[in-house]
C-alpha cells in the first residue's frame, strides 16, 4: 500500500464503518450520501488489498484485515485532531519555563511583579533570567534560546515585535548625609565638580546618556566608578560620597538616598518587551505577554 493513495477522509470513513457496521448510518455521521461512502469503501479496498467489509442481513461486517486495523486508525485520526486543534492553554495547570534576557534594572522593575503574578495564577510556570547583551538578542530569539527581552526600544533588534511597558526617565541620587556642603538642587556646576559612578552593563565603559547630555551643553564630568549593576550602583551611593544619575525606577524604595532631578536634560527612554515570530501564535506566550504588559503594566 502507498502512503499517497490515503488521505485523512478514507481513514475517517474506515473508522466510521467500524463503529456504525452500516453503510447507511455510516453515510449519515460523515455527512455524505451512500454513495459517497461505497466510493471510499472501493478506495479503501484498493489501499489495503482486502475487502475490508462484508455484506451481511442487517450491515456489514469487518473482515479480520479490517479488525486489525481498527485500533491503528483510531489512534491516528486521535493524533491528528490533537494536532489540528490546538489545547486551551490553562495557567494553572501549566508546565513550562519561560526564558527572558534582562538588565537587574529590568528584574527588579519588570520581572518582580510579573514573577508575583505568576506565582498567584500560573505557580507551575518557571522563570530562568539571564543577562541581556543586546547585540545578542535577534539570535537568541530566533534560536529559541530566549522567549522574551526587556530592553530599550532603541535598542530592540529589526524584525521583532516589539510591546511598550513604560516610558523612563532619569533621576539623580546621592546618599542622604553626603559629607559636601551643596543643597539641593544641584546647579550644574556643582553637578559636575562631584564624583560620579556609573553603571556599565558589559564593563568598563565611563560614559553615559548624562555624558552625551553634558557634552552638548559644553561640560563633563568625573567618573570615578564604573560598575556592571544597578544593585551594586546603589550600595555605593550609600556607603560613599559619590553621586549617579540613573533611571528613576533604580531608585525606588531606597532608604538613605535622596533622589532628584538632574541640572540638565537627559532624554528618557521607553522599556519594551521583545519576542521572535517563533512564539508570536503560541496560546502559553500570548497569556505571558497579556500577563505583562495588561496586568503589570496596562
Known amino acids: ?32 450520501s451512500q454513495p459517497a461512502v461505497s466510493g471510499m469503501l472501493t478506495r479503501l479496498r484498493d489501499c489495503f488489498d482486502d475487502p475490508l467489509f462484508i455484506r451481511a442481513q442487517h450491515g456489514i461486517i469487518p473482515t479480520p484485515r479490517a479488525e486489525s486495523l ?16 490546538a489545547d486551551a492553554f490553562v495557567p494553572a495547570e501549566a508546565k513550562l519555563t519561560l526564558k527572558v534576557a534582562a538588565t537587574d534594572y529590568a528584574m527588579r522593575n519588570v520581572l518582580t511583579p510579573l514573577i508575583k503574578k505568576l506565582q498567584a495564577l500560573a505557580p507551575g510556570i518557571r522563570v530562568s533570567v539571564t543577562q541581556i547583551e543586546d547585540t545578542l538578542v535577534g539570535r537568541q530569539l530566533e534560536r529559541g534560546e530566549i522567549d ?17 511597558l513604560f516610558e523612563e526617565h532619569y533621576a539623580f541620587a546621592m546618599r542622604t548625609d553626603h559629607s559636601s556642603s551643596v543643597d539641593l538642587p544641584l546647579s550644574l556646576d556643582q553637578f559636575c565638580q562631584l564624583n560620579h559612578a556609573l553603571v556599565s552593563y558589559y564593563g568598563g565603559a565611563f560614559m553615559g546618556d548624562t555624558d552625551r547630555a553634558l557634552a552638548k551643553l559644553g561640560r563633563s564630568r568625573h567618573v570615578a566608578v564604573s560598575v556592571p549593576s544597578f544593585m551594586v550602583l546603589n550600595d555605593l551611593l550609600l556607603s560613599t560620597d559619590l ?20 541640572p540638565l536634560d537627559i532624554p528618557g527612554f521607553t522599556k519594551v518587551a ?3 515570530e517563533r512564539t508570536n501564535h503560541d496560546p502559553a506566550q500570548i497569556w505571558l505577554r497579556a500577563l505583562l504588559t495588561h496586568d503589570c503594566f496596562g
Open 148 to 164: 522574551l527581552a526587556l530592553m530599550s526600544e532603541s535598542n530592540a533588534p529589526e524584525g521583532c515585535f516589539v510591546q511598550p
Open 70 to 85: 481498527a485500533a491503528p486508525v483510531k489512534r491516528v485520526l486521535a493524533d491528528i485532531r490533537d494536532i489540528m486543534t
Open 243 to 262: 553621586i549617579a544619575v540613573a533611571p528613576s525606577r533604580t531608585f525606588d524604595d531606597m532608604q538613605g538616598l535622596t533622589v532628584s532631578m538632574p
Open 1 to 32: 500500500m502507498s502512503l499517497r493513495h490515503v488521505d485523512f477522509n478514507l481513514l475517517k470513513a474506515f473508522d466510521v464503518l467500524m463503529d456504525e457496521r452500516n453503510v447507511t448510518r455510516a453515510a449519515d455521521r460523515l455527512a455524505v
Open 274 to 276: 521583545v519576542w521572535h
